[in-house]
């Protein structure tokens, strides 16, 4: 069973649309969470962070972390065809390796 | 602006080339990283290094080593290439744990 899982999808939504991307962990010592974003033909780019549980907002972007659950979403809220992207969740103990989750691939539709 | 420039964006090599990637960081940080990424796996890690001449194993060290003799420039090396480690590489450099700077990766087809 891998630490992190991540539906790939690909997730195609018309703009404007609320989207919620998810994971889910099974190390209970997982710490920091982060959200990456990445497009095509580049590098991934930290979006936020979340330490510990609970949750964070910045602009139409909200991360949450449910521990008990070990389960974290982001939810996007009046999505923008410049948001289309893949999504990687990440997170780790406190030192500086992350674990990934695969990605999940996102089209907002004009 | 945190830059990580990496020297290829592609390259291709033959089956058992000596294959260097390299990769410059310019914002003084101590840890770098090298990760390959494929399509259904994700990111996964291969090596990184907390310091100067410091390296760890990652996940899928096999078949790779790495070297740090600057504290800007994190190379891999892919000692005899082979066509299952055709795939986009990507570096990475960090301060803080919870924020790595990626850079735009390098695409790599071993025939």
């Known amino acids: 069973q891998k630490e992190v899982e991540q539906d790939p999808g690909p997730l195609s939504v018309p703009e404007g649309a609320i989207v919620s991307l998810n994971c889910t962990y099974s190390?209970?010592?997982?710490?920091?969470f982060m959200w990456y974003r990445q497009y095509s033909r580049k590098g991934p780019e930290l979006l936020m962070y979340?330490?510990?549980?609970g949750n964070k907002e910045d602009g139409r972007f909200t991360a949450q972390v449910d521990k008990s659950s070990k389960y974290i979403s982001l939810f996007i809220r009046d999505s923008q065809p410049s948001d289309s992207a893949t999504y990687l969740c990440?997170?780790?103990?406190?030192?500086?390796?992350?674990?990934f989750g695969q990605g999940t691939r996102l089209t907002i539709n004009p | 602006d945190v830059k990580v420039t990496q020297s290829s964006r592609y390259l291709v090599k033959r089956t058992g080339e000596k294959v260097f990637l390299e990769c410059v960081q310019d914002m003084d940080h101590e840890n770098m990283f090298w990760y390959r990424q494929d399509p259904g796996l994700g990111l996964r890690l291969i090596y990184f290094?907390?310091?100067?001449?410091?390296?760890e194993k990652g996940d899928i060290p096999e078949g790779y080593s790495v070297s740090r003799e600057k504290k800007e420039r994190f190379s891999l090396i892919l000692e005899s290439a082979s066509t299952n480690q055709t795939s986009m590489y990507l570096c990475?450099?960090?301060?803080?744990?919870?924020?790595?700077?990626f850079g735009p990766g390098t695409r790599l087809t071993v025939t």
């Open positions: 290094s907390y310091d100067v001449k410091m390296k």
């Open positions: 990440a997170m780790n103990k406190g030192a500086q390796k992350l674990v």
């Open positions: 190390n209970s010592a997982f710490q920091y």
């Open positions: 990475a450099s960090s301060l803080a744990a919870y924020e790595q700077y």
């Open positions: 979340t330490y510990s549980s």
